[in-house]
């Protein structure tokens, strides 16, 4: 009989310990002899046949049938050896996945207490660790336990090998998230565990469902080297990962599992993974986790005891930083990828909007925010809190974790990561207003001048909390009194001729003779958005939209006033004499939108000057979904002939200057509404939808 009909034979006779190693290690040599043209097939299938005949005499495989087998396969051990498996210690720990935070912090603390009890009793056990954001838990609830960890990494038996502050998604968030990842966990973890930044080379994202192809110049200008991952690409194990520019990293996708249990059988792939990618090591991680626990005295033991094995690979606890340094050396050999590796589970994309909303909302206001500190304290000389930046920032990476963004997480874990982007939020807020209320302390604002009605005035303070929850910016406060008063508008992106809305509060003039000039006295155009005033806790306002010159990063001072000779002409009032067509087309210099008075979609965007449609046809559709949909995958799309009722439709703005129409619907029991706004100059319409 053949050697692997020999084995298909032994495979229910191999039980126990001894029955086990004996076929772990036949099953190794012929997977290691078919690479090398089945070279040894005749030795196995001696030995294969012998221990088959044993074990039917015996009814089993003794410990002496084991010795027998492996003293005729004794010519093979050096060819077996010279493969080695690398075998690392891991607990993968999700972020708040399907627990509550507390319970995170629980798992982090006890797994690692484990860990450290373990490497006493097996000194050559080495584990690693890849999310800073765990070791931020055990410095901040445990000190004792972190110095404990401090005592293993000096030593070597635990793997620093944390270089963002979660595992996280590498699609959702921004590019500068992405480089704040590796920003602020070099920063930490070089700083308590007293270690040079250029010492964390491995970005490790072993359940990462996406990376986008913009990962390996993001980690090489961090100072990255190398990239492991499991996810979202199922053709190349070993390859060179090339991003547009040219950067590369050396990356390793695991052939296997990123976790789970030691068993006898887990050489079985290391010959056709070595020869298929011309090297002599593979990596074996191994520990319980999603929920922490990491590696098991079982494993330990089994690891320590198949390192004995004679016919069986090198078997060693060693690092990832060891292996991707020993591979290197045959890195010309190993494919070059210039393409993303995406995806798996495509309903992460939208599933908990809430979440992915938050985070951008978040991304941008610190990005703003920042921008505006430094500008102030070049300027002004204001003070830059970077601590409570970096807080901030650090809340934003914690919800990249691989299962919050995604929304793959439960309602705890949602309720928690919104509770933190609203506490980044409040960082990004205060710090921009602490920074344009320097600016503007600093600014030449004497063209303002002196005002009537200065006295017996409310209106400074007016507007606390104005727009805030409607915008996730800073409350539209009034600093000005009586009639003539200066606004400054910043401008955080390219220069243009903007748009832009204020909001004037406790106004005693007369709307119908609002005069708005820039700080050299020329007019501006402008167009009032409301009906006189409204009532806002105790005070009153009116929003106008103003169209002004903003130089790139910067801003531009504007003056409203009352000027009699600027009166606006009253239109005379009179009974209609011709019916009213009903049309919602908006029109700027630039496009033409058309919007369908029957359903309230978008029938067409036209290009003016090219003549060109830049969109037929838009709208929200409705479908139904697949019963077997998830959290993490879109089920099949299927028809659905309710489609949303349209129960209104309204102008709400028709000026120089802005135009909008909201459209008001149903759809079962939602309800829908969405707000079409054209500005002049604009080359786009927006729409600003809420669905409830």
Known sequence: MSVNGNLRELKNSCAGYWGE?????????????????????????????????AAAQNGCISACDVKTCEAVLEPIVPACKELTVHAVGHAHIDMDWMWRYDETVDITLETFRTVLNLMN??????????????????????PDLLCRIKEKVKSGQWEVIASTWTETDKNMPSGESLSRHILYTKRYMSKIFDLPESALRLDFEPDTFGHNLNVPEICQAGGIEYYYHCRGNDENEIYNW???????????????????????????????????????????????GDHGGGPTRRDLERLTDMAG?????????????????????????????????????DGCYTTQTRIKAANRIAEAALFESEALSAWASKLAGAKVNGDLYEQAWKNVLFNHFHDIIPGSCVIDSREYSMGLFQESLACANT?????????????????????RGQSDTNSEGGG????????????????????????????????????????????????????????????????????????????????IAVQCRLPAYGYALIVLDEDPDMRIPLSVQ?????????????????????????DGSIDSVQDKQSGQYLAVRGRFECFAEDADGSAWVVGRYQNNEEQIKIKGMEWLQQGALRQSVRVRGVYKSSKIEYIYTLDSGSGHVSVDSTID
């Not at 772990?24 to 070279?39: D, F, I, M, Q």
């Not at 079985?268 to 090297?279: A, D, I, M, Q, W």
């Open 21 to 53: 190693r004996v076929y772990a290690e036949l099953v190794y040599a012929n997977e290691l002899s078919k690479t090398k043209g089945n070279e040894f097939e005749t030795l196995l299938e001696k030995a294969s046949a012998e221990l088959l005949s």
């Open 464 to 543: 606390v909390g104005y727009k805030v929850e409607e915008h996730f910016n800073l409350s539209r406060v009034e600093r000005g009194r009586g009639l003539r008063r200066g606004y400054l508008i910043f401008n955080m992106a390219p220069a243009g001729d903007n748009v832009v809305d204020l909001t004037l509060w406790d106004w005693r003039g007369d709307l119908s003779a609002l005069s708005v000039k820039d700080a050299s006295g020329g007019p501006l155009q402008f167009q009032l958005l409301d009906k006189g005033f409204h009532e806002y806790w105790q005070h009153e306002f009116t929003n």
């Open 242 to 288: 090339r991003s547009p520019s040219g950067a590369e990293l050396l990356v390793y996708r695991e052939p296997a599992w990123y976790l789970g249990p030691v068993k006898p059988m887990m050489a079985e792939l290391t010959p056709s993974f070595c020869s298929r990618n011309h090297v002599r090591d593979i990596l074996k991680i191994y520990g319980v």
């Open 574 to 598: 009179s009974d209609p004499r011709v019916a009213q067509v009903h049309k919602y087309d908006m029109e700027n210099d630039r496009i033409k939108v058309c919007i369908n008075p029957v």
């Open 431 to 451: 710090q921009k207003a602490i920074a344009v209320y320097a600016i503007g302390d600093a600014v030449d604002t004497a063209v303002i001048g002196d005002s």
């Open 309 to 345: 094995w004679p016919v069986y690979p090198t078997v060693r606890f060693g690092t990832y930083h060891n292996y991707f340094d020993t591979i290197k050396k045959n890195r010309s050999e190993f494919p070059v990828v210039t393409h993303e590796l995406n995806f798996i589970f």
């Open 121 to 142: 009793d097996f000194p050559d056990f080495t584990f690693a660790q890849s999310q800073a954001s765990c070791y931020a838990i055990v410095e901040r609830y445990d």
